[in-house]
Nanobody, 126 residues
Framework: QAQVVESGGGLVQPGGSLRLSCAAS????????FGWFHQAPGKEREGVAC????????YFADSVKDRFTISVDNAANTVYLQMNNLKPEDTGVYYC???????????????????WGQGTQVTVST
């Protein structure tokens, strides 16, 4: 069945970088919104970076603005989250979500999706 598969988490020191991947399987990226949702320890999941393939617009939460970017490789059917200048508060599990027809900002705000990845752990620590 259709799904998204994540990869790319890990342990990094403050100020470091990571790139997360979200590969779509059995569906193409067209018309979908993709988002990265961060769940910090003991907190609810929240959308931090979203992209709408309908209009190629992005949304970034204030906490990650100017540090995180989203890119797309249509040939690989994959969306990437580049995370730079990572901070300890970025620690947590990152989930990729996807759902058709949503605009970026409202997709991030609702924290719900038709497809969810399994989550990947990001730890920012010395």
């Amino acid at each position: 069945q259709a799904q998204v598969v994540e990869s790319g988490g890990g342990l990094v020191q403050p100020g470091g970088s990571l790139r997360l991947s979200c590969a779509a399987s059995r569906f193409t990226l067209d018309h979908y919104a993709f988002g990265w949702f961060h769940q910090a320890p003991g907190k609810e999941r929240e959308g931090v970076a979203c992209l709408s393939m309908n209009d190629n617009r992005t949304y970034f939460a204030d906490s990650v603005k100017d540090r995180f970017t989203i890119s797309v490789d249509n040939a690989a059917n994959t969306v990437y989250l580049q995370m730079n200048n990572l901070k300890p508060e970025d620690t947590g599990v990152y989930y990729c979500g996807a759902e058709k027809w949503w605009a970026a900002q409202p997709f991030c705000a609702r924290s719900r999706a038709d497809y969810w990845g399994q989550g990947t752990q990001v730890t920012v620590s010395t």
